[in-house]
Nanobody, 122 residues
């Protein structure tokens, strides 16, 4: 059974940083990604990483500010978020793509965590 547990969210001032973590269990060798959903908006892709970590891809809105990484020994994926902006405020979700679609749509991902709130104040 696949389980994903996010942590690391919180309240931060604009320009600050946060690091999100997603502890995973019940699977291996899958693509993992981060999505976010702001109130009244659709869930949107943020970043994803291949099993080896050799391939990563990010949304244009976070390029140069957010970095996705993973530690397979700990079964954990991270999202380092720097230079945060108020528009980054959202619930952030970790997700697994078990079919290796290398996609950016939420429909490309099969399992989801419960989400962690990130709030950036201006």
């Amino acid at each position: 059974q696949v389980q994903l547990v996010e942590s690391g969210g919180g309240l931060v001032q604009a320009g600050g940083s946060l690091r999100l973590s997603c502890a995973a269990s019940g699977f291996s060798r899958y693509i993992m990604g981060w999505f976010r959903q702001a109130p009244g908006k659709e869930r949107e892709f943020v970043a994803a990483i291949s099993w080896s970590g050799g391939q990563t891809w990010n949304a244009d809105s976070v390029k140069g500010r957010f970095t996705i990484s993973r530690d397979n020994a700990k079964n954990t994926v991270y999202l380092q978020m720097n230079s945060l902006k108020p528009e980054d405020t959202a619930v952030y979700y970790c997700a697994v793509d078990r079919s290796l679609r290398f996609g950016v749509s939420q429909h490309d991902y099969d399992y989801w965590g419960q989400g962690t709130q990130v709030t950036v104040s201006s």
